[in-house]
């Protein structure tokens, strides 16, 4: 999803865009003194014409110079969430020359950060400006440049240069708020799907059982087996196997009609952004592993760790009338092929779990459009 970015401060058109009201009057004032000047003959309102007119070509000149070497660029901390305030960094610097008296208006930041003043900058000294707006739209957006306008030193004229180059960025999906600890839960089978449960298994916190050893200073005592302690004669504690992080297969099937209606479009963002909340809370303890895999034209696996790659693959997705899951089992990695599956869809009766299971040949969980009582839902 590629999306123009609308620049949200309009600007005039040529032949006024950077001739102010101040520039106007000075050139009426300097035409009307030229002409009376030469009608009466009389040199000295000629010369004061020539000067005035000198001034404002003087002015053009140091206006152009002060933003002739300006170059600026943005700088992302953080990726960019859609419906979510973002700042971000300009970095402005000057190559060449001291640049003096000039503006930067930022696209970007509408009315909440429509721009800056730089007063003076110097060669070599590179600046830096906050900058704070908000990205309505999930999707790859195409960023307008950095515009730069100078009037200095008398504001008769003002020259303007885009002084960046036009880019992109990546904006995140909004993600939904999702209780971590009640979607485990419905994983296990809450629902009283007895298949499911006997299929689907996440290790409890405290592991497998291994064995039995003496007490040592430190154990807790709830570790104590008093079975084996009163059969030996001393403290005995049960040993654990170091517990298995929590593992999770999220399907996405990425839905949208070849003619969608506003509602098709309202399922697929719903989806995406459900998808997107359950990696975040999926990803709040440490060790957890969730594998990512994308059905659209094409099926596409995507790894969590690290998350921004795979969040920037779902913010871009498209939607499509056919979704692929072809090789999908093959290019899972092994160690997910016993985890729970989770499919999303945004189709009604989400199709693509049928397929999903049968390729897995295990069920599945699968939530659809319709599914707003989800009791992880949040």
Request: with cysteine.
């Amino acid at each position: 999803m590629q999306t123009e970015f609308v620049p949200l401060v309009k600007r005039p058109k040529f032949p006024f865009r950077n001739l102010p009201i101040e520039g106007r009057l000075w050139l009426f004032a300097t035409l009307g003194l030229g002409i009376g000047g030469a009608i009466k003959s009389i040199n000295l309102v000629i010369i004061l014409a020539i000067l005035l007119l000198a001034l404002f070509f003087v002015n053009l000149w140091l206006a152009g110079r002060s933003l002739r070497s300006v170059e600026a660029k943005r700088l992302w901390p953080m990726a960019p969430v859609a419906g979510l305030p973002i700042s971000w960094i300009v970095q402005v610097s000057t190559r060449k020359y001291h640049s003096l008296g000039w503006s930067l208006v930022e696209p970007l930041g509408g009315e909440e950060c429509p721009g800056w003043l730089i007063l003076s900058l110097e060669p070599n000294k590179p600046l830096k400006l906050a900058g704070r707006g908000i990205f309505p739209k999930r999707g790859k957006i195409l960023v307008p440049p950095l515009e730069a306008y100078s009037g200095y030193p008398f504001g008769l004229i003002q020259t303007s240069r885009l002084v960046s180059p036009s880019d992109s960025v990546i904006v995140l999906a909004h993600p939904r708020p999702v209780n971590r600890e009640r979607l485990l839960r419905w994983l296990r089978g809450g629902s009283g799907d007895g298949e499911l449960r006997r299929v689907i298994r996440i290790t409890p916190h405290e592991g497998e059982f291994h064995g039995l050893r003496d007490y040592r200073p430190g154990d807790s005592p709830r570790h104590v087996d008093w079975k084996a302690t009163a059969r030996q004669g001393r403290l005995a504690v049960r040993e654990y196997e170091p517990p298995v992080p929590p593992r999770l297969l999220l399907v996405v099937e990425a839905y949208l009609p070849a003619k969608p209606t506003p509602q098709d479009r309202d399922h697929l963002e719903k989806t995406i952004s459900l998808a997107a909340g359950i990696m975040e809370a999926w990803g709040q303890e440490l060790g957890s592993r969730l594998v990512l895999v994308l059905a659209e034209k094409t099926c596409t696996i995507h790894e969590t760790d690290p998350p921004r790659p795979a969040l920037e693959a779902l913010a871009v997705l498209e939607g499509t009338p056919q979704c692929s899951f072809q090789q999908m089992s093959k290019q899972i990695p092994r160690a997910m092929l016993g985890a729970p599956v989770l499919v999303l869809s945004s189709a009604a009766g989400c199709p693509g779990g049928a397929i999903v299971s049968a390729q897995l040949n295990r069920p599945v969980r699968k939530v659809s459009p319709s599914d707003d009582s989800l009791p992880w839902l949040e």
